[in-house]
């Protein structure tokens, strides 16, 4: 996403970034034992060596990471929307283990979640990636942010380094013994990628997966999108397994649920009120109501929920933007 929070807040958000991580090594010459630095995330223990870098209340970080330690080496996924918090999630990840970082995946092209990329390649990892993030990095992201984009905004998405390793489909990282399992599915963008740890029941979704979070749709189609999520549902073992969102807390199966049901229900009652005749303001005042009795509590919803209506309408009438996959 990026919008959730208005671009505004990101501004704000990035300059405390900023005055945290330059604070770090004051406190830690005052103290003898220094308290751990403030992060612009959570660390999440899931599993033996695996972490959730849940996005502060701020949202500081942008979106949610994930590292995952092997036997050799880490890999990463996501960087967040700014260098300043994936070098702290650099310096985080120093502190639970000497291995290189191997890899950074992206799990989509939005800046928010690969704004932190250099930081990750500087520190020697191959950047994964989509095939289509390659040529949408650059091209879609001053769209994402739209017409409040700032000057550093447009900065950083310009320098934003293209993946070097991309997939359509899928790929295979192995860290030592451990296996994580890179895969493509639609719906968010038509350029997304999950990873499985599958030795630990765990699921990063990237954006697919939003947690009691209503989502950014500028990119999406909503029936293959409802339709990843129930894919998720049928991996094996799904009860037992962790889901990852690219924003909100750690998921399970009931949480993906929710928001499969979610997606589901805006395209139906879009569709809904399309068939009785209403479009624009009519159908948003329509469809509007209904989801807030049911999901008004989500975050972000009354920011989000118009915007949401408006795209689906759209994608109904055949009328969406929506970025096209590059030509070989
Ligand atoms: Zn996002």
Redesign the pocket.
């Given at each position: 996403?990026?919008l959730r929070s208005k671009t505004g807040l990101h501004v704000v958000a990035a300059l405390i970034a900023v005055a945290l991580v330059t604070a770090a090594p004051i406190s830690a010459v005052a103290q003898a034992s220094p308290a751990p630095a403030a992060t612009p995330f959570e660390l999440k223990p899931l599993a033996p060596g695996v972490y959730a870098a849940i996005d502060g209340p701020g949202h500081k970080a942008g979106?949610n990471a994930g590292v995952v330690v092997g036997d050799d080496g880490v890999a990463v996924i996501d960087a967040f929307f700014t260098p300043d918090a994936a070098k702290a999630l650099l310096a985080t990840i120093r502190q639970l283990t000497p291995w290189p970082v191997r890899y950074v995946v992206n799990t989509h092209y939005?800046v928010?979640?690969t704004g932190g990329d250099q930081v990750f390649r500087d520190a020697g990892a191959v950047i994964i990636a989509h095939r289509n993030v390659r040529a949408w990095l650059h091209s879609e992201n001053p769209r994402l942010l739209g017409d409040r984009i700032t000057p550093a905004q447009r900065a950083l998405i310009a320098s934003l380094p293209e993946p070097d390793l991309t997939t359509r489909t899928s790929l295979t990282i192995w860290l030592g013994a451990r296996r994580l399992d890179v895969k493509a599915y639609p719906g968010h963008t038509g350029g997304d990628l999950i990873v499985e740890v599958p030795d630990a029941k765990t699921v990063f979704a990237g954006?697919l997966l939003w947690r009691h979070t209503s989502p950014?749709v500028i990119d999406g189609r909503l029936a293959p999108w409802i339709a990843t999520d129930n894919a998720f549902l049928a991996l094996p073992d799904a009860a037992h397994t962790i889901f990852v969102p690219?924003?909100g807390q750690v998921a399970d199966a009931a949480d993906v649920a929710a928001f499969r049901d979610y997606l589901s229900d805006l395209l139906s009652d879009v569709r809904k009120a399309r068939a009785a005749g209403l479009s624009g303001a009519a159908l948003t005042a329509q469809v509007l109501p209904k989801m807030k009795a049911k999901y008004g509590d989500w975050d972000a919803f009354d920011y989000f929920i118009p915007k949401e209506i408006a795209f689906t309408e759209a994608e109904l009438n055949g009328t969406k933007y929506l970025p096209l996959a590059p030509s070989d």
């Open positions: 996403m990026t979106s939005h928010d979640h954006d950014n690219g924003h």
